[in-house]
Structures are given as structure tokens and as C-alpha cells.
T-cell receptor, first 120, second 116 residues
Framework: DTGVSQDPRHKITKRGQNVTFRCDPISEHNRLYWYRQTLGQGPEFLTYFQNEAQLEKSRLLSDRFSAERPKGSFSTLEIQRTEQGDSAMYLC??????????????????FGEGSRLTVL | AQSVAQPEDQVNVAEGNPLTVKCTYSVSGNPYLFWYVQYPNRGLQFLLKYITGDNLVKGSYGFEAEFNKSQTSFHLKKPSALVSDSALYFCAVRDIVDTGRRALTFGSGTRLQVQP
């Protein structure tokens, strides 16, 4: 399977613990995104990488959240001192750069199946 | 700022009947528009997109969507619904003007229920 993969698929943790999620994007995709989705809502943007550079962060990304993409391939999303309000599905997506230099990307995202976090 | 509104939480339709799932958007420039579908416990799957050109866009599984600039709408349609179309549908937008905002903004979703 050459799609976006996320690990773990499910994580149950106690309030106050730290958790880390991993995302492996489609191999030729330079751009990587993290979204959060709560029940009954659409995905909410958290952060975006182009290669290893983190270019955009939502104000939803509090200082307890940190994301990295150290070698421009896989990415990790860490949540420190988890709270019950962090319970959600964390979605990773990737997209390629435009084929022609200077062309605009159309922005289509390819999503993984998500990592579901439950904080007790 | 870019935003999307999906005014219906749920749409019910009988199998074989046409379906429409509504979406309106707001961007400062011109939009790129998308529809995604989500089945239970699965990630979002791309259905179709409008970038430029023809206002009627055809996508996967027989779905199509019509871009209407004057009404800032991008409604999803299918001439004949199937029970297997039952899922959660999300509309998304991105402003093509380079505001530095490269991520898509999603609507809150519409649950489509197709009855046999």
C-alpha cells in the first residue's frame, strides 16, 4: 500500500500523559498536513510542512502540541499533558508540489485513516 | 479568510432518486473547491475538485458538482443515489491567491442517508 499511513490507529491514555502519533506520507509528496476531527465536525487544520520546514500553524495548536518532520519524510505529532478535550481523530494528509516550477498547487490532499485519541 | 458552510447536517434520499448536498464558500480571491467522502472509521477520500474551466465537474462514483460563482456555491449531485453512497460528505475550499494559507478549510459535513 503506497497511501498515507498513520500509527497508532487508536490510543487510549490517561489525562496528563504524553502521546505521539506518526505519519508516513506518500513517498513523493513534499507537503504534509495535520488535521484534527472531533465527532460531528469537519477536519480542522493544525499545521503544515513543506519538506522539513513547518510553514504554518493554526492557533488551535497550543504549546502542548508539537509537530516535527525532521528529514522531510515522516512526521510526528506530540501532545504533552493530555486533556480530555484533546480526544479526537488526528488526521494526516500529504500532497505533491506542482509539476512545473512556479505553478500553483491545486491543493488536493491525500488522507490517512487517522489516529483516534481517547483521553480518560 | 476562507470558510465553507454546509447548511444541512443530514440529507435523506431514496435509492434511485437524485441527490444534492449543498455547499457555499467564502474566499477573498478565487477558489479551489473540493468534495471528500468519509466512510465509518476511514480517512477522507477525494471525490472531485473545481480548479478552473467548466462549471460542471465530474468525479468518482458518478458524482458531479456545479460551481456557481455568483451564488458562491459548489453543490454535490448524483442523478441516481445508491445505498452504498451513504456516508459523510465534506466540502472544502482553498483560496488560489497565495496568502500563505496552503491548507484546505473544510465544512462541518453532511451525512447522506440513502434508503433502499
Amino acid at each position: 500500500d503506497t497511501g498515507v499511513s498513520q500509527d497508532p490507529r487508536h490510543k487510549i491514555t490517561k489525562r496528563g500523559q504524553n502521546v505521539t502519533f506518526r505519519c508516513d506520507p506518500i513517498s513523493e509528496h513534499n507537503r504534509l498536513y495535520w488535521y484534527r476531527q472531533t465527532l460531528g465536525q469537519g477536519p480542522e487544520f493544525l499545521t503544515y510542512f513543506q519538506n522539513e520546514a513547518q510553514l504554518e500553524k493554526s492557533r488551535l495548536l497550543s504549546d502542548r502540541f508539537s509537530a516535527e518532520r525532521p528529514k522531510g519524510s515522516f512526521s510526528t505529532l506530540e501532545i504533552q499533558r493530555t486533556e480530555q478535550g484533546d480526544s479526537a481523530m488526528y488526521l494526516c494528509a500529504s500532497s505533491p508540489l506542482p509539476v512545473r516550477q512556479g505553478a500553483r498547487s491545486t491543493g488536493e490532499l491525500f488522507f490517512g485513516e487517522g489516529s483516534r485519541l481517547t483521553v480518560l | 479568510a476562507q470558510s465553507v458552510a454546509q447548511p444541512e447536517d443530514q440529507v435523506n434520499v431514496a435509492e434511485g432518486n437524485p441527490l444534492t448536498v449543498k455547499c457555499t464558500y467564502s474566499v477573498s480571491g478565487n477558489p479551489y473547491l473540493f468534495w471528500y467522502v468519509q466512510y465509518p472509521n476511514r480517512g477522507l477520500q477525494f471525490l472531485l475538485k473545481y480548479i478552473t474551466g467548466d462549471n460542471l465537474v465530474k468525479g468518482s462514483y458518478g458524482f458531479e458538482a456545479e460551481f456557481n460563482k455568483s451564488q458562491t456555491s459548489f453543490h454535490l449531485k448524483k442523478p441516481s443515489a445508491l445505498v452504498s453512497d451513504s456516508a459523510l460528505y465534506f466540502c472544502a475550499v482553498r483560496d488560489i491567491v497565495d496568502t500563505g494559507r496552503r491548507a484546505l478549510t473544510f465544512g462541518s459535513g453532511t451525512r447522506l442517508q440513502v434508503q433502499p
